[in-house]
């Protein structure tokens, strides 16, 4: 087995190498960290994301609640994405919108303070495109049972 497996050394591997977008954001929303796999994602290089706002990939529709969101647990402390999956669209740098999911993590420094968020993110457009074409699909049979006289809605509907 090759040389003893440094900790911080394979933290800083793993960051690197994972095809997941890994974004960190300090208490102010201000991008530090963005890793090789943001820059797939998101088509921005590390040098042009890091230290400018959030607001470089979050829609501006979606803009007031992230803020509000992220105010709001940088002062509590308490994310409900820790565990639950936060999926919301998202900008390229080509301007294209694409469907993300993502945890959120809260970093601490040595007092217990929050110092900032992190984001572990998963680009599921393909997904998401194929689950909308099953949706219309799924309203336009529902319309021609409908027309037939066919069963109620309720019967056919998904969710
Ligand atoms: C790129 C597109 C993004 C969009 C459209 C977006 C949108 C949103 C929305 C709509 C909420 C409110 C959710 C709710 O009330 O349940 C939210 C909350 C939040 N967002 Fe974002 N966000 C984006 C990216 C990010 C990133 C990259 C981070 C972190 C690095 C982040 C951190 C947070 C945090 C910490 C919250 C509060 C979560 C909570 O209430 O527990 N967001 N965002």
Same mark, same amino acid.
């Given at each position: 087995?090759?040389?003893?497996?440094?900790?911080?050394?394979?933290?800083?591997?793993?960051?690197?190498?994972?095809? #997941?977008?890994?974004?960190?954001?300090?208490?102010?929303?201000i991008?530090r #960290?963005?890793?090789?796999?943001?820059?797939?994602?998101?088509?921005?290089?590390?040098?042009?994301?890091?230290?400018?706002?959030?607001?470089?990939?979050?829609?501006?529709k979606?803009?007031?609640?992230?803020?509000?969101?992220?105010?709001?647990?940088?002062?509590?402390?308490?994310?409900?994405y820790?565990?639950?999956?936060?999926?919301?669209?998202?900008?390229?740098?080509?301007?294209?919108?694409?469907?993300?999911?993502?945890?959120?993590?809260?970093?601490?420094?040595?007092?217990?303070?929050?110092?900032?968020?992190?984001?572990?993110?998963?680009?599921?457009?393909?997904?998401?495109?194929?689950?909308?074409?099953?949706?219309?699909?799924?309203?336009?049979?529902?319309?021609?049972?409908?027309?037939?006289?066919?069963?109620?809605?309720?019967?056919?509907?998904?969710?």
């Amino acid at each position: 087995m090759p040389g003893k497996l440094d900790p911080d050394r394979l933290y800083r591997e793993i960051i690197d190498h994972t095809p #997941l977008a890994v974004v960190f954001g300090d208490r102010e929303g201000i991008i530090r #960290l963005w890793n090789a796999g943001a820059e797939t994602m998101f088509g921005y290089t590390a040098a042009e994301a890091v230290g400018q706002s959030m607001d470089l990939i979050v829609p501006e529709k979606h803009r007031a609640k992230h803020w509000e969101g992220y105010d709001r647990v940088m002062q509590t402390g308490v994310t409900k994405y820790g565990h639950q999956v936060l999926a919301v669209p998202a900008l390229t740098k080509s301007g294209r919108r694409i469907s993300i999911e993502f945890n959120v993590a809260l970093l601490h420094d040595e007092t217990g303070q929050v110092i900032g968020a992190a984001a572990t993110i998963s680009d599921v457009t393909a997904r998401w495109e194929r689950e909308k074409a099953v949706r219309a699909r799924m309203a336009e049979l529902e319309a021609k049972v409908k027309a037939l006289g066919g069963p109620a809605e309720a019967e056919t509907s998904v969710r």
